[in-house]
């Protein structure tokens, strides 16, 4: 079982639709959850963070997530042509161990 | 504020010769990590160091690869006697502090040839 595990897709939304992205992990002890969006050729960009369950609001992006299954997700509104993207899942795993283990990323693609 | 600074941002070597990667970390940053992204793959640990130390490098290949960072300048990964299969670009990242957020710099990429 892979540490991080995203569906690597690609994912297709129309435009103006909301883009759920889902990420599981495999360590019960992690305590940190973050979403990086990386263009293609470029490097990660962190968009959002979140380290206590329940919902995270910043703008058109909102993080979940859910501790007791090991779930953490991204929900985009009003998706842009913009936010094409790969999206990577990182978590962070129990205090003390700093090392950020991604997912392979999903691909998703806003049709205008 | 600067980001993450790498350099170079691309560089080419051939086969058997050596690979010295810079990182500097955003200002106010102590930790410091180095990622390899092969291409079509995901994001790979390789190690992680705090001035002076390194603190986990269960990521780094047991050969040829070594990383520091010194008191005064850049963190440096270092690839000796590259191989083609160490093309690839490597991210560092920078932290406050431990469980806080990391910010990447641009990356190099790294051919061998």
């Known amino acids: 079982q892979k540490e991080v595990e995203q569906n690597s897709g690609p994912l297709s939304v129309p435009e103006g639709a909301i883009a759920s992205l889902n990420c599981t992990y495999s360590?019960?002890?992690?305590?940190?959850f973050f979403w990086y969006r990386q263009y293609s050729g470029k490097s990660p960009e962190l968009i959002m963070s979140?380290?206590?369950?329940g919902d995270k609001e910043d703008g058109r992006f909102t993080a979940q997530l859910n501790k007791a299954s090991q779930y953490v997700s991204l929900l985009i509104r009003d998706s842009q042509p913009s936010d094409s993207a790969t999206y990577l899942c990182?978590?962070?795993?129990?205090?003390?161990?700093?090392?950020?283990?991604f997912g392979t990323g999903t691909r998703l693609t806003i049709i205008p | 504020n600067a980001g993450v600074m790498q350099n170079p941002r691309h560089l080419v070597r051939r086969r058997g010769q050596e690979a010295r990667l810079r990182c500097s970390p955003m200002k106010g940053h102590s930790h410091v990590y180095w990622y390899r992204q092969l291409p079509e793959e995901g994001l790979k640990f390789m190690v992680y160091?705090?001035?002076?130390?390194?603190?986990?490098e269960s990521g780094m290949p047991k050969e040829r690869f070594s990383a520091e960072f010194p008191k005064e300048g850049p963190s440096i990964l270092r690839i000796q006697q590259v191989v083609r299969g160490d093309s690839a670009a490597y991210f560092c990242?920078?932290?406050?502090?431990?469980?806080?957020?990391?910010?990447f710099g641009q990356g190099t990429r790294l051919t061998v040839v």
């Open positions: 360590d019960r002890g992690s305590q940190s």
């Open positions: 990242a920078s932290s406050p502090g431990r469980a806080t957020e990391a910010f």
């Open positions: 990182a978590v962070k795993s129990n205090f003390g161990n700093e090392k950020l283990t």
């Open positions: 160091l705090q001035k002076e130390n390194i603190i986990d």
């Open positions: 979140i380290y206590s369950n």
